[in-house]
């Protein structure tokens, strides 16, 4: 007979003839669920034995018995009654997870509510399984309320052992929860997350979900950067994480010109936020430089970056350098004007002064990097010829004159 049954279910399948499986007979759980001299822990029981008999297609029963867990919430009596009532709803939102019924999602965020870690009694593995539900069944109209709440837990900054221990469950609810539902929305609190007071192993977390959010999050990066209110730190990471994600080199690109230019935009006078906006700036000019320029405000930061970097007390030569590499690799008249306005005012301070080896060393920067943008700028070839026969210019300087005219084709 077994055979019999094998060979008919092969053969309806060849045949195009669908097979549906048949829905478990929930009955007897269903009853004893619902039964009114039932408590909270015989309840619980009964879930338990759905639990391990590893049924499928049982949503709507998973659904039902939320909503009837709920309204008996408010009429808990003590603590026992109160855990037989958090394991049940944790089985209720795995199973409804599980199952992916999306039509519970309602009572999901309803349960995510009722056990939030705000109150003491929660503990919060209720609250994070009611989060992680969310995400598995695909409740994306539940992203801007997750979304707040995670925002929430990134603020609340606290001290307190037990009840950073409570908040972090429900944070982990939360990045799960929107790692899956994969809308915008869910990208600016998942990233504070990740450089926020949380343990290690919660911040890594929330770095690994920000590519699966969005692939190009480059409005949303730059609204960070921008944002006076948030410290250069912030800034920096927002940065580094646009150079990780997947988005196209155009927006990249985009979000460097940002970067760059809030790096001089930004005020402080702190050591250190001095120093993460200087690297910011510099990683930005490496991207330009590598990936194009995006709008023209690019040339005028990178102008910036050579002009506040030479005329310090201290030169602060590797950016000088980068902004030069910037400037000529972008290959156009706008930036060569510039490169020739460098030289020009070189040349003006060879013939009268101040002249040391500051500005020789950036003559020997400046130089191949205007010979290296194949532009044929007339002022350009004109300063480089009288660089090269001028008895102004030593024997090294006249050759790097010559090495960049031949490389205009002079």
Do not use: C
């Amino acid at each position: 007979m077994k055979r019999i049954f094998t060979i008919t279910i092969i053969l309806l399948s060849l045949t195009g003839v669908t097979v549906f499986a048949q829905s478990p007979d929930m009955s007897y759980y269903i009853e004893e669920y619902n039964r009114p001299t039932g408590t909270s822990f015989t309840r619980l029981h009964v879930l338990e034995l759905v639990r391990d008999a590893n049924l499928t297609g049982i949503g709507e029963f998973y659904h039902n018995a939320l909503r009837a867990l709920l309204s008996r919430v408010p009429d808990i009596r003590n603590r026992d009654e109160w855990v037989a009532v958090e394991n049940s709803a944790r089985i209720l939102a795995q199973g409804l997870g599980a199952e992916q019924h999306i039509e519970a999602a309602p009572e999901l965020w309803t349960l995510a509510q009722t056990f939030d870690v705000i109150r003491d009694v929660n503990a919060g593995l209720v609250m994070q399984d009611a989060l992680i539900a969310l995400g598995q069944v695909g409740a994306t109209d539940f992203v801007p309320h997750i979304a707040l709440r995670l925002e929430n837990f990134n603020t609340d900054i606290t001290s307190d052992p037990e009840t950073r221990r409570r908040v972090q469950r429900g944070v982990v609810g939360a990045i799960n929860a929107l790692e899956a539902l994969r809308e915008p929305a869910g990208f600016r609190p998942v990233f504070f997350a990740s450089i926020g007071w949380y343990e290690v192993a919660i911040r890594a977390m929330a770095s690994v979900a920000l590519p699966n959010i969005m692939e190009d999050p480059g409005e949303i990066i730059s609204a960070i950067i921008r944002d006076p209110s948030n410290n250069p730190r912030t800034k920096y990471e927002a940065w580094r994480e646009m150079l990780r994600t997947n988005a196209p080199d155009s927006s990249k690109a985009s979000v460097a010109a940002v970067a760059l230019a809030t790096g001089w935009n930004h005020s402080t006078s702190v050591p250190d936020n001095q120093r993460l906006l200087r690297d910011m700036r510099v990683s930005a000019i490496d991207t330009i430089r590598t990936l194009g320029v995006a709008d023209s405000s690019v040339y005028v930061n990178l102008a910036r970056s050579y002009n506040n970097s030479f005329i310090t007390a201290s030169p602060d030569y590797d950016e000088i350098r980068r902004a030069l590499g910037a400037l000529s690799a972008a290959r156009s008249e706008e930036g060569t004007a510039h490169l020739v306005s460098f030289l020009r005012e070189l040349n003006l301070r060879r013939r009268s002064g101040p002249w040391t080896n500051r500005e020789r060393q950036v003559l020997q920067m400046l130089i191949p990097a205007l010979g290296a943008t194949g532009i044929q700028s007339a002022e350009a070839i004109q300063l480089l010829s009288t660089i090269q026969r001028s008895s102004d210019y030593t024997v090294a300087e006249q050759g790097w004159a010559r090495d960049a005219l031949r490389a205009l084709g002079q």
